[in-house]
């Protein structure tokens, strides 16, 4: 999609703030950072040799940075402006089986030697843990396999004024669609960057920077008793590939008159069509079960399914970090462990837990590269066909609910019960009916996940999580 290009205001933008006197041994790298790589490189380095220094026998140290814009405007006016620059320098000191942690924002030597000898006595007072040491040599990612054509970075050279101008142009998109738009919870303009440098005394070093960009905007139509509300974003790496500030109102602006005239359906018993940024709740869920954390506390309703069908037979779920531009890619994890594409569930049956290595000590596995999470995954069908759409999907559901949003968190992960609010539109013979509010929908998500009947080819990127509607067979449906 096109750059927005707003006009620029004559006004000149808020000045960040200038670095710290402890930074001027590293100038401005004319990426918008305060700090340079060479710097961090120097201040994890200090940490680890006065580790080694005290006798720790390991230690990471991990510094950072991160900076940004964000602007709100709500009716035509100026709610909020916010500049963020962050720091810190973060230690993990190990003693043995012991282990001790502590940070700092001050990046001199003597605050640095501080927040070691903080971590160092910490870890002397702490209980020991066999499975907390670092990860093993060699699953660290060495400096000539780190990935560095992920194409994370693209600062936003955008200044307060352009940001409130393009936050504006999205509002008013919005608003003009309709008479019936009424009111606006406002639109937003968000620029925001940071980078790091970590190492270990198991041989890893790596860091990179990276950005996050996004305009959103949530219109109310209708008025009193009977308002709407919907909302809509455009969510990048580059500001480049941001919707324009029309095609992100415009599309919000529809989505909350879709809305308008919402009733309660009868307590029955139906298919339900999942909307695709509604179905990566359910990837999220599967993602929670089969992490190591939850495994190894025996707080999963998926415990020891490694092999095991979880899914209908037609599903598959990739995980791939290398994705150009991906939310979730990293050329390792935040142990400085090396990563992998990989296939999470091949017919159905899961292939692999995501573990950091901890978790994996505990359950006596090996690490698959997770610590700090999953990467980009994508939720896919054998049965899907390229001219599955959402039209193609709503034929497919027949009659039952088409669920647009969701509402609390009722889900327990113990026992896969699934219970939650939601709203979306009544769907008969293929076509939709009427918009529905205030009901309730529920399963237990051991069955949903087997009983996908189908997944379109509306793929949407959630973060990074990818997946098209998604069709349950049948699912309760609680409402008047």
């Not at 990471?60 to 100026?78: D, F, I, M, T």
């Not at 009111?183 to 198991?202: L, P």
């Not at 095991?308 to 531009?325: M, Q, S």
């Not at 979730?328 to 990989?342: I, K, L």
């Amino acid at each position: 999609m096109n750059t927005p290009t707003p006009k620029t205001r004559a006004a000149h933008s808020t000045a960040q703030r200038k670095p710290t006197q402890a930074s001027t041994s590293a100038a401005r790298t004319g990426d918008g950072f305060a700090y340079s790589r060479a710097f961090f490189e120097s201040l994890v380095d200090q940490a680890m040799v006065h580790a080694k220094k005290l006798g720790a026998t390991d230690c990471v140290a991990h510094a950072s940075e991160g900076c940004g814009l964000s602007v709100s405007v709500r009716k035509g006016e100026l709610e909020n402006i916010e500049r963020n620059r962050d720091k810190s320098l973060g230690v993990t000191v190990h003693l043995g089986q012991r282990r001790g942690n502590a940070s700092t924002s001050d990046f001199s030597q003597a605050a640095i030697e501080q927040t070691v000898q903080a971590a160092f006595d910490i870890a002397r007072f702490t209980a020991e843990d066999p499975f907390a040491a670092l990860p093993d040599a060699t699953d660290i990612a060495q400096a000539q396999e780190q990935r560095t054509d992920l194409e994370l970075f693209f600062p936003w050279a955008i200044t307060s004024d352009q940001a409130i101008d393009l936050a504006l142009q999205t509002e008013r998109a919005a608003l003009r669609v309709d008479k019936r738009i009424t009111n606006s919870e406002g639109a937003s303009v968000s620029a925001q960057q940071s980078h790091f440098v970590s190492a270990h005394t198991h041989g890893f070093r790596g860091g990179y920077a990276s950005s996050r960009h996004s305009v959103s905007v949530s219109p109310i139509a209708g008025k009193g008793d009977a308002m709407q509300r919907d909302y809509w974003y455009s969510s990048e790496r580059d500001a480049a590939d941001l919707a324009t500030p029309q095609a992100i109102g415009r599309y919000a602006a529809k989505r909350a008159l879709s809305r308008l005239n919402a009733r309660k359906i009868a307590t029955t018993e139906c298919a339900v069509l999942f909307e695709s940024p509604v179905a990566a709740g359910l990837l999220g869920s599967f993602v929670q079960a089969v992490s190591g954390g939850a495994l190894y506390r025996k707080s999963s309703f998926l415990l020891d399914c490694l092999g095991k069908p979880v899914f209908a037979k037609h599903i598959d779920i990739l995980e791939d970090p290398f994705v150009k531009r991906g939310k979730g890619s990293s050329p390792f994890d935040d142990e400085g462990v090396r990563v992998q594409a990989r296939s999470v569930v091949e017919a159905g049956r899961v292939q692999g837990y995501f573990l950091g290595s901890y978790s994996a000590r505990k359950l006596g596995m090996k690490t698959t590269g997770n610590a700090g999470g999953s990467h980009n995954l994508t939720l896919t069908s054998r049965l899907t066909r390229p001219g599955d759409d959402l039209d193609a999907m709503l034929q497919r559901l027949g009659t039952g609910l088409f669920v647009t949003e969701l509402m609390g968190s009722g889900t327990n992960p113990v026992t896969g019960d699934y219970s939650r609010g939601a709203s979306g539109f009544w769907v008969k013979n293929g076509r939709i009916a009427f918009p529905v509010q205030e009901i309730t929908i529920a399963g237990n998500l051991k069955t949903m996940f087997k009983d996908i009947v189908a997944v379109g080819a509306d793929a949407y990127a959630y973060g990074a999580k990818t997946v098209g509607s998604v069709l349950i067979g049948k699912m309760k449906v609680a409402g008047s």
